[in-house]
């Protein structure tokens, strides 16, 4: 992908180097470790997943949060996995606070990093979900497969531009686009610069999909079905005020 000047210059100060990475990819490596000795020592048959921008290679240097999912056998209850999760999250974390989603979950920091350890249940596919955080795996796992190296860049470059606007993140306080809907737009579109092209023929309640088949219907600024969970949309955090001050930028 050719990129212009500026995009060349953005993307010198929010790709990571080398030495960024490797210093990263020991932290979380001890980190996994650690979760492994607890689950070890508490004889719990869970997987330890690396989710998130961390773990398909799409974060931005300066703003990177290392988020774990123990994912449990859907045998176990609600109630004992964010116990467990809590128990291995507060001995490991310093700064530990509860928050919570479907579960709660702990929130706190490791070796100056922003972790999340959050509880999940193990499923192969969206239909057997308990919870909705049960679809984040899966999610991380479709971005693998489907993002290519070579539109990494793009998806940082995209993620900074809605950064500058005000418009990166689906928590509360912004109302924007997430990271996974930042990464399907690329793959869906192929490069930051068709993305940006296509997009200006958007209109309030543009509907946009992966596939062809056909899909429930959303009363929502931007619709885009998720590749995963065809009952799911992934802009369903973009408020119109949002989805309008993207379109004029």
Known sequence: MNYSDIEKQVLGKITPDRKYREKLSQIIEDLRSKIEKEIQKRKLPVNIELV????KDTFL????DIDFFLCFPTTYSKK?????????????????????????????MFR???????????????????????RTPLHTKYVKENLKES????VRLFKQFLRGIGCYGAEAEVQGFSGYLCEILVIKYGSFEKLIKN?????????????D???????????FIDPID???NVSSALSKDKFDLFLKS
């Open 199 to 211: 997009a200006q023929n958007w209109k309030v309640g543009e509907k946009l999909a992966l596939k």
């Open 61 to 64: 240097k300066d703003n990177l």
């Open 112 to 134: 100056g990093y922003k972790v999340e350890i959050v509880p999940c249940y193990q499923i192969e596919k969206a239909s057997q979900k308990l919870s909705a955080v049960d």
């Open 213 to 223: 088949d056909t899909y429930q219907s959303f009363d929502t600024p931007l619709t």
């Open 80 to 108: 004992d996995i964010a116990k467990n999760t809590l128990e291995i999250g507060r001995i490991l974390l310093t700064d530990a606070e509860e928050s919570y989603a479907e579960h709660p979950y702990l929130r706190g």
């Open 151 to 154: 539109q990494k860049p793009d």
């Open 230 to 232: 065809s009952e799911r």
């Open 52 to 55: 998130g921008s961390m773990a």
